[in-house]
């Protein structure tokens, strides 16, 4: 009985730490300087304010997210160059050279791509004494990468461990920064302490371990799969987790798709990309799933997506035969 009672009160403490409000933490960080010129202030301002591995992670994430604009031009990454008097003793230490010049210029300059943010969070964990793992895979964008594997890495993020559990973030994505708006920032919690069955939706990294999965995830799969939205991550709409997401069909034919949960109270539209305006998704249950058939009227249509609330959830590749 005792020991059962420490194995509940061990699942809610890690429940709670991962579930908590961290609107305390982030306005304290509101008030924080825009620019850090070293790992070292930042990470002594943070433990100044913070006691606790968790908050400091998060008041990390939060400023990383809400200040270091996404470098789309790679104009820093042009400038960092290796000058003769530098010494190196092989590819390995220039390598080393190359990216600590880089990550100490995005913070100085507030900008940089996903690997600068990941290697502020890295650097600044390091200083803290926070066990962290840099990760590089690749992450879809689009549907345009649905059905194209690549072996090109071309996104990171990180990897925390808190209470002796990897826990995944990714100040990149939470930046809601676009190459349109490269100014205003629009923080969103998705990507803090994301779930790896989630995160694989749309990150694959370069090794498997890092999937954090008990039953991991192959290639082939991630890249045929359908382009999940954020908004799909707290959505009650869950696809089939066989579904492709690339759709061969003929005019007039029928999509099957199956869902295996929904939200009955709400109303699911979808829309081609050459639809003017959405129609609504009728789904029907059958066995604890629910099934939804479109008619493919337009052979030129390349993209179907699924809404909830008028927010995009799910995008599928069309390609029509």
Same mark, same amino acid.
């Given at each position: 009985?005792?020991?059962?009672?420490?194995?509940?009160?061990?699942?809610?403490?890690?429940?709670?730490?991962?579930?908590?409000?961290?609107?305390?933490?982030?306005?304290?960080?509101?008030?924080?300087?825009?620019?850090?010129?070293?790992?070292?202030?930042?990470?002594?301002?943070?433990?100044?304010?913070?006691?606790?591995?968790?908050?400091?992670?998060?008041?990390?994430?939060?400023?990383?997210?809400?200040?270091?604009?996404?470098?789309?031009?790679?104009?820093?990454?042009?400038?960092?160059?290796?000058?003769?008097?530098?010494?190196?003793?092989?590819?390995?230490?220039?390598?080393?050279?190359?990216?600590?010049?880089?990550?100490? /210029?995005?913070?100085?300059?507030?900008?940089?791509?996903?690997?600068?943010?990941?290697?502020?969070?890295?650097?600044?964990?390091?200083?803290?004494?926070?066990?962290?793992?840099?990760?590089?895979?690749?992450?879809?964008?689009?549907?345009?990468?649905?059905?194209?594997?690549?072996?090109?890495?071309?996104?990171?993020?990180?990897?925390?461990?808190?209470?002796?559990?990897?826990?995944?973030?990714?100040?990149?994505?939470?930046?809601?920064?676009?190459?349109?708006?490269?100014?205003?920032?629009?923080?969103?919690?998705?990507?803090?302490?994301?779930?790896?069955?989630?995160?694989?939706?749309?990150?694959?990294?370069?090794?498997?371990?890092?999937?954090?999965?008990?039953?991991?995830?192959?290639?082939?799969?991630?890249?045929?799969?359908?382009?999940?939205?954020?908004?799909?991550?707290?959505?009650?709409?869950?696809?089939?987790?066989?579904?492709?997401?690339?759709?061969?069909?003929?005019?007039?034919?029928?999509?099957?798709? /199956?869902?295996?949960?929904?939200?009955?109270?709400?109303?699911?539209?979808?829309?081609?990309?050459?639809?003017?305006?959405?129609?609504?998704?009728?789904?029907?249950?059958?066995?604890?799933?629910?099934?939804?058939?479109?008619?493919?009227?337009?052979?030129?249509?390349?993209?179907?997506?699924?809404?909830?609330?008028?927010?995009?959830?799910?995008?599928?590749?069309?390609?029509?035969?």
């Amino acid at each position: 009985m005792k020991k059962n009672y420490l194995t509940a009160l061990l699942i809610l403490t890690i429940h709670f730490v991962f579930s908590q409000d961290y609107s305390k933490i982030d306005n304290i960080v509101k008030y924080y300087p825009k620019y850090f010129y070293s790992f070292e202030n930042l990470a002594e301002q943070i433990s100044n304010d913070f006691d606790s591995e968790i908050d400091q992670v998060r008041a990390l994430y939060f400023w990383v997210s809400n200040n270091i604009k996404y470098d789309y031009d790679h104009n820093l990454s042009l400038k960092i160059k290796i000058n003769e008097t530098d010494s190196y003793q092989s590819k390995i230490e220039y390598d080393r050279i190359l990216i600590d010049r880089y990550a100490k /210029t995005c913070l100085k300059e507030n900008r940089g791509v996903c690997e600068g943010y990941s290697l502020i969070i890295k650097n600044t964990l390091d200083i803290l004494n926070i066990e962290n793992k840099l990760i590089k895979g690749y992450a879809k964008t689009g549907i345009q990468d649905i059905g194209n594997i690549s072996d090109i890495k071309n996104h990171s993020w990180n990897a925390i461990k808190i209470n002796n559990t990897w826990r995944l973030i990714d100040a990149t994505m939470s930046t809601g920064l676009t190459r349109t708006n490269q100014e205003e920032f629009n923080f969103n919690d998705n990507y803090f302490l994301v779930e790896p069955e989630d995160l694989i939706l749309s990150h694959f990294p370069k090794f498997e371990e890092w999937q954090l999965l008990n039953n991991t995830v192959e290639r082939t799969t991630f890249f045929y799969a359908p382009f999940f939205h954020d908004t799909y991550y707290f959505s009650k709409l869950k696809l089939h987790d066989k579904t492709l997401g690339l759709i061969k069909v003929k005019p007039n034919d029928k999509i099957s798709l /199956t869902f295996e949960t929904i939200d009955p109270r709400k109303t699911y539209l979808y829309k081609f990309d050459k639809d003017e305006l959405p129609s609504v998704l009728t789904l029907k249950k059958r066995k604890e799933k629910y099934i939804t058939s479109i008619i493919f009227k337009k052979k030129n249509n390349t993209r179907l997506t699924i809404y909830e609330n008028g927010n995009p959830v799910i995008s599928f590749k069309i390609d029509a035969i």
